[in-house]
């Protein structure tokens, strides 16, 4: 039975505050809590419907977690979905773990992407491209936030990402370090970039003068029309896309 | 001064059922407001604080529509943003308006393309690229509605659309129609591509049956990781990014 506590304690985790304090967060709908339960999260409470339950027992054998039964309505009342017929989970966060540059492929490092949508797309399109590392400046979106994991489609499993000083990052990784500005060389008629960081920055402001001074090359996307810019995702996705295309693979 | 009536009026706008009656629409936001008053759009109304006002005033000076100055809160109880201090504007919808194939260029066409940022997001990026028209499936979310407005962040004054049957139209145009698919060719490989119609499916649903039969080249952009699918609107940018580089331009 879905206890008042249990209720109360999951919409706590609607804000950053208390997700913070409890190093946990909730995922929604089938899709995400499926790629969930298949990752090395590890899951501590799953509230399901019946529905959900039957279609897919064999995963849930495996389960460590609380399990509980609910329906539909009070999957809604508890997340933020406006409906959701199937299931809820609360997770544990990882640890903000730093790692040290492959240099085997591109990285995605963000200069204060502030929008959720705009991170949780991001991630999805990395792991599109099977970029796995990504680089967060501490302005940037919270990975855990709601709507990043949902915009994010499950790709939030997949990736590994570090929130930090990217300064201090760039000054230590010796590597190409790509800036998406709107002067920059045409990504298209790049000569076989070496991998290296891809540097996005924030949606009104661009990259900070700080980092600017990293950057080793400027990069843009031509533009044949008269729209000013494009949005910092489907930026990440072009340039991304052209990226693999010139690695040739 | 800022009556009863019109505050009313412009809140009957935000439903598609009025817009649709009384064939108008309203814009929010300085960027927006701005394209709108140097577009060919009929704009009827337009309500804006005091500094937009002095900010702008030679542009104000053609202007031939009703103008009030108000203040930011008014701005923000009678639209949509939550914070809004530069202009509101109500301008007169263009009629459905159907074109012939040009020929020259790609040609957008969305197969129920449903939610309104995809769809302003989709217009934005079309502008980026120098793509002039769009054909829509009566499905299609409403170009009006304030949030693809919104996402098209000003290039909705911009392009040429037209919602009609799908397959009528793609009956009667002799050009390719490259439908965006999971298994078809890969985009980076494609080679000289001519113009025609680049053809996107619906967010779950994809190309629907009806159409896929008028596909002549089923494309795909190639994926390196695990997620499944890309956004429609991510796809739209990676594909026209493709064709743009592939046609030399």
Redesign the interface.
Do not use: C, V
């Given at each position: 039975m879905l206890s008042k506590n249990t209720v109360k304690f999951i919409k706590t985790l609607h804000q950053k505050k208390y997700r913070n304090l409890e190093q946990k967060f909730f995922v929604e709908g089938e899709k995400s809590v499926l790629e969930l339960l298949n990752s090395d999260f590890e899951v501590e409470l799953l509230l399901v419907t019946e529905r959900f339950f039957e279609q897919h027992q064999k995963q849930l054998n495996h389960l460590r977690a609380e399990l509980l039964i609910v329906t539909q309505k009070q999957l809604e009342s508890v997340g933020q979905f406006q409906s959701n017929d199937s299931a809820l989970a609360v997770a544990k966060m990882k640890s903000n773990q730093y790692f040290e540059n492959t240099q085997e492929d591109l990285v995605i490092a963000l200069d204060d992407v502030r929008d959720p949508g705009n991170l949780g797309?991001i991630i999805?399109?990395?792991?599109?491209?099977?970029?796995?590392h990504l680089l967060f400046s501490s302005q940037t979106a919270e990975f855990y936030n709601p709507k990043v994991i949902q915009a994010s489609?499950?790709?939030f499993t997949?990736v590994k990402f570090y929130y930090g000083d990217l300064k201090e990052i760039f000054k230590k990784w010796d590597c190409p370090i790509y800036g998406a500005y709107l002067g920059g060389s045409n990504i298209?008629q790049l000569n076989k970039p070496k991998p290296g960081i891809l540097l996005m920055g924030n949606e009104s402001n661009g990259i900070s003068e700080e980092l600017a001074g990293f950057v080793t090359n400027k990069i843009t996307?031509?533009?044949?029309?008269?729209?000013?810019?494009?949005?910092v995702?489907?930026a990440t996705?072009?340039l991304c896309?052209?990226f693999?295309?010139l690695a040739g693979?």
């Open positions: 797309t999805r399109i990395a792991d599109w491209y099977g970029i796995k489609m499950g790709s997949r298209h996307i031509p533009g044949f029309g008269s729209a000013e810019s494009l949005n995702a489907i996705a072009i896309d052209n693999k295309r693979e």
